[in-house]
């Protein structure tokens, strides 16, 4: 069984008021899921339109992450007030606790991202983490959103960095995907990898363009955002779980072991993974293109003032054994490093981030 995209998209600059009045045909009693206070005012405009259509409607904010704890809060609130759907509005982390808590109650989910820093309002997929950000585990789920809500002018509030970050995020679907499942011979998988060269393609083409001029009447914002929150979604939809995640995920989801007073966001982690993944490939699979590929994306990553290394993600590796923990967390078990096609031991990481933190990329 696969679930291939949300039953109904909405998107554009209007997308919310269109949506409002198949939302207000679906469901009587939601739930709308936040938790930034930037956000705050766009969540009190859903609130007051979903009311307007005679919803009854209530509100709750995730306190951590997308972790256990909050999931059973919200759980609790979700059964005494008796609703029939999750309204997720936010990014990545509201997105895939609106979607888990949705499905293990078995009610709609209808994602509405407020940011373009992620494709989770899209994907049948949610990602655990602790209460302090450290990534547990990757939790598939039966189907995507019953509805997407892909409104262009609630991503245009959103602070720049986010859309760096979905950049980033977006850009390791294809360099995570050809390497993992390049070999496999199912067509589908084939053409999801193909859109996600195209993917690619776009956005070194158009992000800088994008980050520069975040406006709806510019056809490059207007093709990142969506390249970033749908497209990468799409891919992951036909490709399935065999258009699978790699080094750049497995290292991001080790940096998060790491607890730093400042946090970053999803993509920035996946930017540097994606960096460090390339000189993996050089170094192991002897892939020649890899230096390229990494000056390429250097260069638009400082463009989007995305960090390209792990100190600049305010990590020094060689403090409190966190060389060690990466490493371990990298080539644990049930790690995306392993779906690679060469071995990888953590000698191998170690050597990797020692080198990688020590050399300045010559663009
Ligand atoms: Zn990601």
């Not at 547990?136 to 609630?154: G, N, T």
């Not at 065999?242 to 400042?262: D, E, G, L, M, V």
Request: aromatic share 6%; charged share 20%; proline share 3%.
């Amino acid at each position: 069984m696969q679930s291939i995209s949300p039953e109904i998209i909405f998107r554009g600059n209007d997308a919310w008021e269109k949506a409002l009045p198949r939302i207000s045909k679906l469901i009587q009693n939601p739930l709308i899921l936040g938790r930034s206070i930037h956000t705050e005012n766009l969540r009190d405009l859903l609130l007051r339109d979903l009311k307007n259509q005679k919803l009854s409607v209530n509100s709750d904010n995730l306190h951590f992450d997308c972790c256990y704890e909050d999931i059973s809060r919200l759980r609790n609130i979700i059964l005494e007030n008796n609703n029939d759907a999750v309204i997720a509005a936010g990014g990545g982390k509201v997105l895939d606790s609106g979607k888990y808590l949705a499905e293990s109650l078995d009610i709609p989910c209808i994602t509405v991202p407020l940011s373009a820093s992620t494709c989770a309002g899209w994907t049948a997929l949610s990602n655990i983490y602790t209460k302090n950000g450290q990534f547990i585990k990757d939790v598939p789920l039966r189907s995507c959103p019953k509805v997407l809500v892909y409104d262009h002018k609630f991503i245009q509030t959103a602070p720049s960095r986010t859309l760096a970050s979905g950049i980033a995020d977006a850009l390791a679907k294809w360099y995570e995907s050809s390497i993992t499942s390049a070999t496999i011979d199912d067509g589908l998988v084939q053409q999801a990898i193909q859109i996600s060269r195209v993917l690619r393609d776009q956005l070194l083409l158009q992000g800088e363009k994008a980050f520069k001029d975040p406006f709806e009447n510019n056809s490059s914002w207007r093709n990142t955002i969506e390249a970033c929150g749908l497209t990468a979604g799409l891919v992951g939809g036909i490709g399935g779980e065999k258009c699978r995640t790699a080094a750049a995920h497995a290292i991001h989801n080790a940096i998060t072991q790491i607890i730093t007073p400042n946090k970053f966001l999803h993509g920035e982690i996946v930017g540097v993974g994606l960096l460090l993944q390339l000189r993996l490939e050089e170094m192991k699979n002897n892939n020649k293109l890899a230096d390229q590929s990494i000056k390429q994306l250097s260069k638009l990553m400082n463009k989007l003032n995305l960090p390209t290394t792990i100190s600049e993600l305010e990590i020094n590796v060689f403090e409190n054994q966190n060389l060690n923990k990466i490493a371990d967390f990298v080539c644990r078990d049930n790690s995306e490093i392993h779906f690679l096609p060469f071995e990888i031991n953590k000698q191998d990481i170690i050597e990797l981030i020692v080198n990688f933190e020590q050399q300045k990329i010559i663009i």
